[in-house]
């Protein structure tokens, strides 16, 4: 049963506002008298340390994640260990909020204005409105991306996003400087009407093996409700196609990984008979061999959430929408396609 700051005033002999200002301003009580209190505190498993700032600020010390990535892949995973790493010792909590809709997302940007429980707004991977960042804005509520769609012409306060046409440029330029011409691209479909920063990974690997004179095949996985690929039906769809491809590119590195299994199941060496590369740098990529495109989502989720507590407290941001690089990491999964 959860205590009251009644109860702890009881027990201490003392005034409720001693025991506010035991938390919120120990300078103006004695070292006896608040040792007494936080003692007893702590026998309560009573804290009113987040309650008081809150009231004292304005603020709810919440902060809303907005995510359609389910939360055990690793990008999710990745983000939210660098938020919590970053918010929770600024005694700030994060509420994660699972859209899978358009219209999810509009609920959610027509009633946070209403409750105002959260201090500041961050999407992660997925694109808004113009009018819904607008909505935030008119109560002082920043938003800010991780790998959002367009964020500066949405209407975002600040975003940190790697750069995928750096990233998938050099995916399409490796294979094609490894002589292969038969490319296949695996991308995925969640089933749902948002639009993807992913997305953009696969227009600008399109385009840039268009330029080289190349039309890749494209494949989709399909994703089940627990987030899973479906990577066999991805191997069916590369067997069913008039020539297997002597390279795959995928969206991520969580169809490659399993993918680079299945293949090699089905009788087909990679890299010498398919060459197979990645995009994350993930879990286990270096122990497996894969080549892949590196990004850091933690390191731009500690990025974000410092972001955050700068716009809540009224600062200006400099840069406020940055990119980071994308890094080409050559391992033993491609080799030049055999003749």
């Not at 001693?18 to 008298?33: E, G, I, Q």
């Amino acid at each position: 049963m959860t205590s009251s700051i009644q109860d702890v005033a009881k027990a201490a002999g003392v005034s409720i506002s001693t025991v506010s200002r035991s938390f919120t301003r120990p300078d103006l009580v004695s070292a006896k008298t608040r040792k007494r209190v936080l003692e007893i505190a702590n026998e309560l498993n009573f804290s009113l340390s987040r309650s008081a700032a809150a009231l004292k600020s304005g603020r709810s010390l919440r902060i809303a994640v907005l995510m359609s990535g389910h939360i055990s892949l690793w990008f999710t995973a990745s983000v939210i260990e660098g938020l919590n790493e970053v918010l929770h010792a600024e005694g700030y909590d994060i509420s994660i909020f699972q859209i899978s809709s358009i219209e999810e997302r509009k609920e959610f940007f027509d009633t946070l204005p209403v409750r105002r429980n959260a201090d500041a707004v961050i999407v992660v991977s997925f694109d808004i409105d113009a009018q819904e960042s607008a909505q935030l804005a008119s109560v002082g509520v920043p938003i800010i991306g991780i790998n959002a769609v367009k964020p500066e012409e949405r209407g975002f306060s600040a975003a940190v996003n790697i750069n995928d046409e750096q990233g998938s440029t050099l995916a399409a330029r490796h294979l094609i400087a490894l002589g292969h011409r038969n490319i296949a691209y695996i991308s995925t479909d969640r089933g749902v009407s948002l639009s993807f920063s992913v997305k953009s990974r696969f227009n600008v690997f399109c385009d840039c093996c268009r330029k080289e004179g190349l039309e890749p095949q494209i494949v989709v996985c399909k994703v089940d409700h627990d987030g899973h690929y479906q990577i066999g039906d991805v191997v069916t769809q590369l067997m069913s196609l008039p020539q297997m491809p002597t390279a795959i590119a995928c969206q991520e590195d969580g169809i490659a990984l399993p993918l680079l299994f299945q293949l090699e199941r089905n009788g087909f060496a990679v890299p010498g008979d398919i060459s197979l590369i990645g995009y994350d740098d993930s879990f286990y990529t270096n122990d497996i061999g894969l080549t892949t495109i590196r990004q850091d989502p933690a390191e731009m989720a500690r990025t974000a959430a410092r972001m955050a507590l700068d716009l809540i407290q009224g600062h200006e941001l400099s840069p406020a929408f940055v990119d980071v690089p994308a890094q080409l990491v050559v391992r033993s999964s491609t080799a030049s396609v055999r003749h």
